[in-house]
């Protein structure tokens, strides 16, 4: 018997990087003005150029999330019905009290650590390449002075607020999951192409992402833990994510990651 659709996170995915590619695009726009319109090498030009170039390149970025998100929500829709109605490998309900208060206290500190160091690297190379590029446009004009120090103030301030926006943005997604999780009846199901936990989504069969390990790992509670690979272009990289298990059904998470190895292409 079919049950009731599994919430789509994908669709509230793309509203939200669809809300942040407007934000920047809105600033980008803004430093485009600025530029020209204010005076040559002003204050008001060079921080009009930093702002259109860095607020602008994260602008592209969230453009690109939102196309991607766009094209991903349908596929995702059409796997989340196959998987309500019973084309699942193993489901898991029945989690206690304390088995979600370790887990979200465990997702927590992990997030934490990634963000610590992940967005201000992101951030730092993208201003700072803009600002270097700024400077050694005006040592070859011969204009360096007050200008480069300006330059760099516009890029750090730009840069910081960017670091506290996306860090808060990322860090409160993951804080409102984790408080919704623990005040309803949690359930995992672990599809051939999913894995859905109280409306979280995995989704690791994409063209640009696969599966490449699955595990049981012990702990309290234990977790199924996946290593996907993500591939674009010359750039390879991989996450992990990890999803509870109620204490008791560690033999059944083993058979189910087994399983969702043996559906690797």
Same mark, same amino acid.
Request: hydrophobic share 50%; glycine share 10%.
């Given at each position: 018997?079919?049950?009731?659709?599994? %919430?789509?996170?994908?669709?509230?995915?793309?509203?939200? !990087?669809?809300?942040?590619?407007?934000?920047? =695009?809105? =600033? &980008?726009?803004?430093?485009?003005?600025? $530029?020209?319109?204010?005076?040559?090498? %002003?204050?008001?030009?060079?921080?009009?150029?930093?702002?259109?170039?860095?607020?602008?390149?994260?602008?592209?970025?969230?453009?690109?999330?939102?196309?991607?998100?766009?094209?991903?929500?349908?596929?995702?829709?059409?796997?989340?019905? *196959?998987?309500?109605?019973?084309?699942?490998?193993?489901?898991?309900?029945?989690?206690?009290?304390?088995? =979600?208060?370790?887990?979200?206290?465990?997702?927590?500190? &992990?997030?934490?650590?990634?963000? &610590? !160091?992940?967005?201000?690297?992101?951030?730092?190379?993208?201003?700072?390449?803009?600002?270097?590029?700024?400077?050694?446009?005006?040592?070859?004009?011969? +204009?360096?002075?007050?200008?480069? !120090?300006?330059?760099?103030?516009?890029?750090?301030?730009?840069?910081?607020? +960017?670091?506290?926006?996306? *860090? @808060? !943005?990322?860090?409160?997604?993951?804080?409102?999951?984790?408080?919704?999780?623990?005040?309803?009846?949690?359930?995992?199901?672990?599809?051939?192409?999913?894995?859905?936990?109280?409306?979280?989504?995995?989704?690791? @069969?994409?063209?640009?992402?696969?599966?490449?390990?699955?595990?049981?790992?012990?702990?309290?509670?234990?977790?199924? #833990?996946?290593?996907? @690979? %993500? #591939? +674009?272009? *010359?750039?390879?990289?991989?996450?992990?994510?990890?999803?509870?298990?109620?204490?008791? @059904?560690?033999?059944?998470?083993?058979?189910? $990651? %087994?399983?969702?190895?043996?559906?690797?292409?």
């Amino acid at each position: 018997m079919k049950r009731e659709p599994l %919430s789509n996170p994908m669709h509230q995915h793309a509203k939200i !990087w669809n809300r942040v590619f407007l934000v920047f =695009l809105v =600033l &980008a726009l803004v430093g485009v003005a600025m $530029a020209t319109m204010g005076a040559s090498q %002003s204050a008001v030009q060079i921080t009009g150029l930093v702002m259109a170039s860095g607020l602008g390149t994260f602008a592209l970025i969230c453009g690109v999330m939102v196309f991607y998100f766009g094209k991903l929500t349908t596929r995702v829709e059409e796997i989340l019905d *196959r998987v309500a109605g019973g084309d699942f490998i193993a489901h898991f309900t029945g989690y206690s009290s304390q088995e =979600l208060r370790s887990y979200a206290e465990r997702e927590r500190g &992990a997030l934490i650590k990634k963000v &610590a !160091w992940a967005v201000p690297l992101c951030v730092v190379l993208i201003y700072g390449g803009i600002a270097l590029g700024v400077i050694m446009s005006m040592l070859e004009d011969g +204009t360096l002075g007050l200008q480069a !120090w300006i330059t760099v103030g516009v890029a750090s301030v730009l840069g910081l607020l +960017t670091i506290v926006f996306v *860090r @808060r !943005w990322i860090l409160g997604s993951k804080e409102r999951f984790l408080v919704k999780m623990q005040s309803r009846e949690p359930e995992l199901f672990v599809g051939h192409d999913v894995v859905w936990f109280c409306g979280w989504l995995a989704y690791f @069969r994409t063209p640009f992402a696969d599966l490449t390990d699955a595990k049981v790992i012990p702990g309290e509670p234990a977790v199924i #833990e996946l290593e996907i @690979r %993500s #591939e +674009t272009g *010359r750039h390879r990289g991989s996450s992990v994510v990890r999803v509870p298990i109620p204490k008791g @059904r560690e033999i059944e998470a083993q058979s189910a $990651a %087994s399983r969702l190895l043996e559906g690797r292409r």
